[in-house]
């Protein structure tokens, strides 16, 4: 993973360096050399994919992107892309936040799961009626794509909600294998721990406006931002509602910078007549 770049470019050398030197460990070794499982430990996962997503968005950054947008931790990576964070001040707080998530996911065990052809508003209905009716915590999580929305919440709350999800005519209702209830209010420890990072950790005026995840609007104000990026681990990633912004605000063509297709996919879902690439 990034291998390519490391090799060919000694601006991406010198990232994963500085990578290594702010980790305190090695993760370019984790990257090139290791195993399944040591790339899904979230302390290895988050910053190694910011990481990959960083030096894609380095290899075209002659193009300068009119609006910026990022799917959860992808959030991260836009704010470096519009200038707001410096790559080691986001390297950071990813390496925080990826911390403080795995130890909130060790204090309540949870999960999520996609669910596939339902309505928004009926998903969300359910995830409120498990809820009042079992006390389990059950939330919309990813907003992704019309017909694909993740809930987030316990296991057994989650459990509960994928039954009543199919039987309301859900095509599918799969839990993920994820290790926690990311986007909920499981993640609250996590936030207060991130909260602080944010608040001591030094934001530039942004070049272009920023779609956060939980605003899914234009936002350029820096205050404003780090109030998002903080209540982003406990509220919903509004992915098609951003997506449908950024394009009432004119734009045509969106360029994913990172490891595979998905968010071009979800954009083509969001919008047929838009244009995607991709660079990794």
Known sequence: MGKDHYENSAF???LFEQANEILGFRISDLMFDGTEEDLKRTNVTQPAIFLHSVMA????????PDMVAGHSLGEFTALVANGTLSFEDALELVAVRATAMQKACEVNPSTMAAVLNLADDKVENICMEVQQETGEIVVPANYNCPGQLVIS???????IACERMKAAGAKRALVLPVGGAFHSPLMLPAKEELQTK??????HTPTCAIYQNVAA????????IKQNLVDQLTGAVKWTQSVQAMIADGATRFTEAGPGKVLQG???KINKEMQVEGVN
């Open 12 to 14: 991406a050398k010198k």
């Open 57 to 64: 968005f380095k290899s075209i950054e002659s193009v300068r």
């Open 153 to 159: 919440g316990s296991k057994k709350g989650i459990d």
């Open 266 to 268: 979800l954009v083509l």
């Open 217 to 224: 609007k234009a936002v350029m104000d820096n205050e404003e």
């Open 198 to 203: 944010i608040l001591s950790t030094k934001f």
